[in-house]
């Protein structure tokens, strides 16, 4: 079942990361440098994150209630995931001697690959392998998050239950707070230990996840206490959302809560739904995956070319031709590239139960 505002939220989320990336991000890359960067609009940008995850909590939850075991869901979400992320990686790669002034830096050897690949964190592959694993996209680390998510929400799901889903969410987003909160006033190695592992799960982010599992529990039974208890959590998760690096950061606390409105309003407005139905919106959000992948290093570096190649065009619009770029890239890649990969995939899963089947005594 395709929800058509989730898909123009979907399409709103990267336009604000996108824009955020082409003119707050890399100052120092910029022809323009920080001249545009206290734009409120484009400053907090990055917020498109919190959006992509108040989504996430949605649909995963829709996505469990229609998957009959964890193995399933698992493999679900790799098929949903990897296929882009495979011919983004390729192409970022193979693209590097085009794309040279990436903000990123040139990475020395294949082995980039693997965390996008296997959606784990570069340092964790540094450990593994006992020496540094150089980044391929920075843009990449929502994505570790967002499989940390997955893996933590459906093991509850097939373990403890449906109803506990939301609880443990829940209960994991309050003790990171509570573990950072104890960790800047008392020093000790077991509360250091809490902390370490806290973040290795990333449960910081967690509320965010939870808010939206709860407007899907909104979505299905149309209780207003699950959307109340929404707005609740994203309230909370707007308080916290940059506490651990800038301290209460108000500017920051009122964009969250902002887009945190915006989520919430839509579930309840009609006029909002037609407007994020619109298909320029929808069309964005179709392509939002494959675009958040290969747009940020891509598109500094076309932006740092375009001084040269069009000094007659104002600096303002030095992203634009990037961006639309990029946009037809990730239309291809989304619509024939990933469903054909997703099939062949699909195809040679299939024959191997098949295979297996047959095989068994």
Do not use: C
């Amino acid at each position: 079942m395709r929800i058509q505002f989730l898909d123009g939220l979907r399409g709103l989320a990267i336009l604000l990361v996108v824009i955020f990336h082409a003119y707050v991000q890399w100052p120092e890359h910029y022809p323009y440098g920080s001249a545009y960067a206290n734009i409120p609009v484009i400053e907090l940008g990055w917020l498109g994150v919190q959006l992509f995850f108040l989504i996430s909590g949605f649909v995963i939850f829709m996505t469990l209630d229609k998957t009959t075991t964890f193995r399933v869901f698992v493999y679900k979400r790799w098929l949903r995931l990897f296929p882009a992320m495979l011919i983004a990686s390729i192409l970022i790669y193979s693209t590097l001697p085009i794309f040279h002034e990436r903000p990123d830096g040139i990475p020395p050897n294949m082995l980039s690959l693997l965390p996008g690949l296997t959606f784990t964190l570069p340092s964790w592959w540094s450990k593994l392998v006992g020496f540094d694993i150089p980044l391929l996209e920075s843009a990449f680390w929502s994505l570790y998050v967002e499989f940390k998510f997955y893996i933590i929400a459906g093991a509850t799901y097939f373990t403890l239950g449906r109803k506990f889903l939301i609880p443990v969410l829940v209960t994991l987003f309050i003790f990171w707070i509570i573990i950072f909160s104890l960790s800047t006033s008392v020093e000790h190695q077991f509360l250091n230990v809490l902390k370490i592992i806290s973040n290795a799960l990333s449960l910081k982010h967690f509320g965010w996840f939870a808010a939206g599992t709860m407007f899907y529990r909104y979505f299905q039974t149309q209780k207003n206490q699950w959307f109340y208890a929404g707005i609740l959590l994203m309230i909370l998760s707007s308080l916290v959302v940059r506490i651990d690096a800038l301290g209460f950061d108000y500017e920051v606390i009122i964009g969250a809560l902002l887009i945190s409105a915006l989520f919430a309003v839509s579930f309840k407005s009609g006029l909002l739904q037609n407007l994020l139905q619109s298909k320029v919106l929808v069309f964005i959000g179709f392509i939002s995956y494959p675009l958040y992948l290969i747009h940020e290093n891509a598109m500094t570096s076309i932006i740092i070319k375009m001084a040269d190649w069009a000094p007659w065009l104002h600096p303002f619009l030095y992203p634009y031709p990037a961006i639309l770029f990029l946009v037809i890239t990730a239309y291809i890649i989304a619509k024939y590239l990933e469903p054909m990969l997703s099939n062949l995939l699909q195809f040679k899963a299939q024959s191997k139960t098949v295979k297996t089947n047959v095989e068994m005594p």
